[in-house]
């Protein structure tokens, strides 16, 4: 069994599954307690797309995935679970995100289902949801990973800003992970400063869930200095992993950037 899986197994077994007592009731009660334990339980068939920061190339990659999975033959589902910067449409709020997730996954789902908290203004989630006055529900949050789950061989869930993202005063984002037993892939956007986010996000990620599955590292920055140097202690430092360097692409669609990963780690 790889490194990581032993970790994630003996994280999710030690440790609280997550700060808020909301959550932890839930899981007692039984609410999601099947979510991981059939023959996807705490394998990389289920993961978590976190970053090292905003804006980063969480989504590019997600939705890559997303296509590089459904080439293997995997039917793919994904979700957004909160997400702000929303547009308004006719159809209610609309989440750029949400919606190449959609348009990259395999399952036909209703966007509620992928995106069950959407909100208006471009700011931290949590404080979005205090301004539309919005308790964000953690079972309703589970319900449709639930329904999701059930139709898809592979769930990919894309986070939000980076792991630590508070989604209320005790939860954070990165609790889902934990909560829905997902293995964690990181995107590294690569730019100056990125090795410190990158290594305490990894840092972050093994003290509170289990190992790193995954990263990915993805130029955002056609400007950046020194990045096969930065490449290089990526792969000296991350314990996991590389599936894949991306090049500055703008304007390359998610099947394009899927052939530039391998995912055999995954599998
Ligand atoms: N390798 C790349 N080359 C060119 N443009 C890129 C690259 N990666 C990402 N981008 C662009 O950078 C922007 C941010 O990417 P993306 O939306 O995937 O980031 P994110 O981490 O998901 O952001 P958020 O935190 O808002 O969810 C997008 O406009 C995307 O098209
Ligand atoms: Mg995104």
């Not at 999601?32 to 976190?50: D, H, Q, S, Y």
């Not at 789902?109 to 301004?131: M, T």
């Not at 934990?178 to 590294?188: D, I, T």
């Not at 410190?196 to 509170?208: D, S």
């Amino acid at each position: 069994m790889p490194g990581w899986r032993l970790a994630h197994r003996r994280a999710v077994t030690a440790r609280p599954r997550c700060r808020s007592n909301r959550c932890c009731a839930s899981s007692r009660d039984g609410a999601i307690a099947g979510i991981g334990e059939g023959r996807n339980a705490m394998t990389t068939r289920r993961l978590f797309i976190t970053g090292t920061d905003t804006n980063v190339g969480k989504t590019r990659c997600a939705a890559a995935l997303c296509h590089a999975f459904a080439a293997r033959g995997f039917t793919v589902g994904a979700m957004k679970p909160v997400a702000s910067g929303c547009l308004r449409t006719t159809d209610g709020l609309r989440n750029e995100d949400a919606l190449a997730l959609i348009g990259a996954m395999t399952v036909r789902a209703r966007y509620e289902e992928v995106n069950p908290y959407a909100f208006e203004p471009a700011i931290a989630p949590h404080v979005a949801a205090q301004r539309a006055q919005v308790r964000i529900d953690l079972a309703q949050l589970d319900h449709a990973f639930e329904r999701l789950s059930l139709r898809s061989g592979v769930m990919i869930v894309e986070g939000a800003g980076g792991w630590l993202t508070p989604l209320d005063e005790q939860t954070l984002l990165s609790d889902l992970a934990q909560r829905w037993q997902l293995a964690v892939v990181m995107v590294v956007g690569l730019k100056l400063g990125c090795l410190n986010h990158a290594l305490l996000t990894q840092e972050a990620i093994e003290r509170h869930h289990g190992a790193l599955a995954g990263w990915i590292v993805n130029a955002v920055d056609p400007e950046m200095q020194a990045a096969k140097e930065s490449i290089d202690t990526l792969r000296a430092r991350l314990r996991a992993p590389c599936l894949g360097s991306l090049p500055w692409a703008p304007g390359e669609s998610a099947r394009e950037t899927a052939a530039q990963l391998d995912i055999t780690a995954l599998l």
